[in-house]
């Protein structure tokens, strides 16, 4: 299940089953949100993206729903593997922040064999 | 071949120390940043740079000093040390007026003891 508190939020999932990872955003004046996944010792590495003016896209087994109304954004996983393992993490741009990445707390997935 | 490439990976140094990290992109583009990750994985821009100019100095200590001497490259140079400077500094690059592509570094874990 998921949890939230002092610590990192986390999530833990059987292999096969589909993770939902939730994000809450602050700036309602971000127009570009993505979703980054940084696995132990690396940097975050881009998984999907999506523009203000879309409330659903989708990738290889990666869809993200955007919720404007209460700037809320999703990441949906399907079929989540041991690979998937990693924290995640969404960021938002702003027009004039210039490429300025706000960053989310973070989630924890663990996927378990 | 590495995109966003910087060094050293692991720097361990004592408080009041100077010490500088260096980062190279080979993506050609026209921005680079330095984020730093603190215990808890929270990422937080520090600065940025487009074509060598300084655009985003986020509140941070002026013992900070970035460098860049042309577009592939922006160092970052910290003085006197402390306790509290111990985190991963991330690199990262990208086109600003194209929000995808942003690139990040694998980053480089200071401590300070």
């Known amino acids: 299940g998921e949890s939230v508190g002092l610590h990192l939020p986390t999530l833990s999932v059987q ?7 939730n994000c809450a955003y602050s700036n309602s004046a ?11 010792g690396k940097g975050p590495q881009f998984i999907i993206d999506i ?8 990738g290889q087994r ?9 700037k809320h954004l999703s990441l949906q ?3 989540t593997q041991p690979g998937d393992s990693a924290v995640y993490f969404c960021a938002e741009i702003g027009g004039t922040s210039y490429g300025k990445l706000t960053f989310g707390q973070g989630t924890i997935l663990t996927v378990h064999p | 071949d590495t995109a966003v490439s910087q060094t050293p ?11 500088s990290i260096k980062c190279e992109q080979n993506l050609g583009h026209d921005t680079m940043y330095w984020y730093k990750q603190d215990s808890k994985k929270f ?5 940025s740079y487009n074509n060598k100019e300084l655009i985003i100095n986020e509140t941070v200590p002026n013992r900070f000093s970035p460098k860049s001497p042309d577009k592939a490259h922006l160092n970052l140079h910290i003085n006197s040390l402390e306790l509290g400077d111990s985190a991963v500094y991330f690199c990262a690059s990208s086109q600003v007026q194209r929000a995808r592509g942003y690139t990040f570094g694998s980053g480089t874990r ?4």
Request: no cysteine; aromatic share 10%.
């Open chain 2, 9 to 19: 990976k692991y720097l361990v140094t004592q408080m009041g120390n100077d010490k």
């Open chain 2, 110 to 113: 200071l401590t300070v003891v």
């Open chain 1, 15 to 21: 292999e096969g089953d589909n993770s939902i990872i």
């Open chain 2, 43 to 47: 990422l937080k821009i520090m600065f």
């Open chain 1, 62 to 70: 990666v869809t993200v729903l955007l919720n404007k109304t209460v």
């Open chain 1, 51 to 58: 523009r203000s003016n879309m409330d659903k896209r989708q």
């Open chain 1, 77 to 79: 996983i399907a079929a």
């Open chain 1, 30 to 40: 971000s127009d570009y949100f993505i979703w980054y996944k940084q696995e132990s």
